[in-house]
Each structure stands twice: as structure tokens, then as C-alpha cells.
């Protein structure tokens, strides 16, 4: 107690101080707490993280979660780690380094990298991944045009992931989007080939370039146009297993999407039949009485390395919906199984790998 001071004032002025000092431990320790729990977080496709590792420092590196929850890693390859905890991917990490014998006892520590309040993280199939300050009005457009999205990307189906844990899917061709801080961009995958199959009666038949806003009338041009036998009014759109019938030129402007396929029917008397997918020349054969399957699918130029000579339809023409005889080429060729005699009035479609 100070000189002069009342016994009761300075009673007083010591609970002042003992609860000033019980608060600033009370904050100290709620900070620790939130600090630890955010440090545990599961990771989300987008995230940023440190990986360090005294015994192998060629994974001492800087990774951004993909979209398919995964992270590359040198030596190691793809590691996925979505939905786990900085101490469950250190510990995983841990693992693949003993599996692949880098380390008998690794040291791993994992700590995610926040992004700044004042940014935006973009990922995926870009060119230019990584952090792009934030400004008043920044909408998704801005962004995708620095970080440059590559010819494999899906930029109709960008995802959102907000600092707030919403997630959004956003079409960047349609209108704009506007972004804020700390909002983390990825850019997915082209879920199809950016192709467009042509086939039957076409000058050059087989796959063209889709680019957006291509019609029925521009896929058939890069395929060359009607070839001499081909039939303007029996064209055939296949949409996944939606067959969609058109005609040229009433139907010229039907807009195309990636992965479409035309079949452009024939007017010649002479007979063909379409031998389709897994074949190094897909097309329309030139039918001779009691062709056989097997002598049809070498006259396309035989199985491609990405088809699967096992699997082969065979569909009726006249009827695309009924079900297919299926055959083993491999089992044909062996001799374990009678090779099939075609009529024009079927199609054959040999099988391709995923």
C-alpha cells in the first residue's frame, strides 16, 4: 500500500489488477486454442501448404491441394490428402517416405500456408497459378485472364471456395462473377475430349477440332462435306447415347458440344458398314458378301492401341437402342470362337480403354 493511501482503496486497486491479469490469460489462452484448432483444420482442394523433412530435402516444398484432393510431390508423386489434418498428411507423407526407402525415420512437419486476407488464390488448369491481390469490383474474369486457363480446362464449371466455407460452381462464359477475399479459384478439367467425331459420308471422315459455337454445318466442313455418296437428309447426331436425327442444310446451325458424334448415312448402292471407336481408321468399310467381323474391323486398319479388341458390339442399324451382340476379337483370332459373318444392315464398334 502506498504512503497515504486508504486501506480500502488499495484493496480495491489490487482486484483491479488481479482481474486485468485473469483476462489477459482468459485471451491468451482463447487465442492459443483458436490458433491450434485452425492450425488442425482438414485441408480443402485450393489450400496451401509447407512440407518440410530434414532427411529428404528434395520434399521440402510448397504445394497448393488440387482438385482432385491431391499434392505432387518429387520422388513420391501424387499424394492425396482432402479432408485430413496438417498432423495426418505429415504422418502420411512419413509413410511414403519409408515406403520408398528414402528415410528410416523421417521428420515430417506439414503447416498450411494461409492466403492473404487481401488475395485470391487460383489453381488447377491455369498457366499462371498462384495469388492475385484483391480490388474493389474484381470479378472471375479478371482473374482467369492473368492466370491464363490451358486448352484442357473446363471454364464452364469453375469452383468457388470461399473464406467462409461456401463453395459455388460458376460458368465463366455466362455473365460475371465478382470475387472476394480470400476466395480460392480452381480450374477443372475438360470432362471429354475437345473433339468432335464425323463419320459416314464425308470427305474425310473421322475427328475434328470443337471449338465453342461450332454448328452441324462447320463440323462437316472440316470433315471435308459430303462426299460423293453421302446422304444430306440421314445425318445422326449422337449426344453421349441420345441420338438426335438432323438433315443438311435445314439443320446446319444445330449447335455442336465436345464429344458429338455424326453419322452421315450414304445414298450409293453400293453397301458399307460403320466399323466405330477402338479402330486406327474409323469410318464406313465397303461391304462385300459374307464379310466377317474380324475382316471388316482390319479393313478400318485393325484395333488401335487404345481400343480393346475383347470388347466388340455389334448393333442393328435400324435399331441403335436395342442391345448389342458383343464378341471377343482376341477369342476370334485364337480360334476359340467362330468369327461372325456382318450384314450391311449392322454396326460395329470395338471398345475403347479408359
Known amino acids: 500500500m502506498e504512503r497515504g493511501q486508504h486501506p480500502i482503496c488499495a484493496t480495491y486497486s489490487e482486484n483491479l489488477e488481479v482481474e486485468s491479469l485473469i483476462r489477459t490469460v ?3 489462452l482463447l487465442l492459443f486454442a483458436s490458433a491450434l484448432a485452425s492450425a488442425q483444420r482438414p485441408f480443402l482442394p485450393g489450400d496451401r501448404l509447407r512440407i ?32 485430413k489434418t496438417p498432423d495426418a498428411v505429415a504422418a502420411l507423407i512419413a509413410q511414403a517416405v ?21 488475395s485470391i488464390t487460383v489453381n488447377g488448369q491455369v498457366d499462371e497459378a498462384g495469388d492475385f491481390p484483391i480490388r474493389k469490383g474484381l470479378m472471375l474474369a479478371d482473374v482467369l485472364a492473368l492466370a491464363k486457363p490451358n486448352p484442357g480446362a473446363d471454364i464452364e464449371a469453375i ?5 467462409d466455407g461456401s463453395s459455388f460452381t460458376v460458368d465463366s462464359t455466362q455473365g460475371s462473377f465478382e470475387l472476394r477475399s480470400g476466395d480460392r479459384v480452381t480450374v477443372p478439367t475438360l470432362p471429354s475430349s475437345n473433339e468432335v467425331i464425323v463419320l459416314g459420308g464425308v470427305a474425310n471422315p473421322g475427328v475434328v477440332a470443337f471449338t465453342r ?13 459430303l462426299s460423293g455418296h453421302g446422304d444430306a437428309t440421314a445425318i445422326v447426331v449422337m449426344r453421349g447415347r441420345t441420338p438426335i436425327n438432323l438433315s443438311v442444310p435445314a439443320d446446319a446451325s444445330f449447335p455442336m458440344k465436345r464429344g458429338d458424334t455424326v453419322k452421315v448415312g450414304l445414298t ?23 464379310m466377317t467381323l474380324s475382316q471388316l474391323v482390319s479393313a478400318a486398319g485393325g484395333v488401335s492401341p487404345r481400343g480393346r479388341g475383347d470388347i466388340v458390339f455389334v448393333r442393328e442399324v435400324a435399331s441403335p437402342r436395342s442391345k448389342p451382340a458383343i ?11 467362330a468369327d461372325p459373318v456382318i450384314s450391311p444392315g449392322e454396326s460395329i464398334e470395338v471398345g475403347l480403354r479408359t
Request: overall charge positive; hydrophobic content about 40%; some cysteine.
Open 52 to 83: 518440410v523433412c530434414d532427411e529428404v530435402p528434395s520434399i521440402c516444398v510448397d504445394r497448393t491441394v488440387g482438385r482432385d484432393g491431391c499434392i505432387g510431390l518429387p520422388i513420391l508423386g501424387a499424394v492425396g490428402i482432402a479432408t
Open 327 to 337: 464378341y471377343d476379337l482376341n477369342a476370334i483370332k485364337a480360334g476359340r470362337v
Open 213 to 225: 459455337g461450332q454448328t452441324l454445318g462447320d463440323a462437316m466442313k472440316l470433315a471435308g462435306g
Open 26 to 28: 482468459l485471451v491468451a
Open 98 to 118: 519409408r515406403s520408398a526407402g528414402l528415410a528410416f525415420r523421417p521428420s515430417v512437419t506439414v503447416a498450411p500456408l494461409r492466403t492473404a486476407n487481401q
Open 268 to 290: 450409293s448402292d453400293r453397301k458399307f458398314v460403320a466399323v466405330l471407336g477402338g479402330v486406327v481408321r474409323p469410318g464406313s468399310i465397303e461391304y462385300h458378301n459374307g
Open 159 to 163: 469452383e468457388i471456395f470461399g473464406s
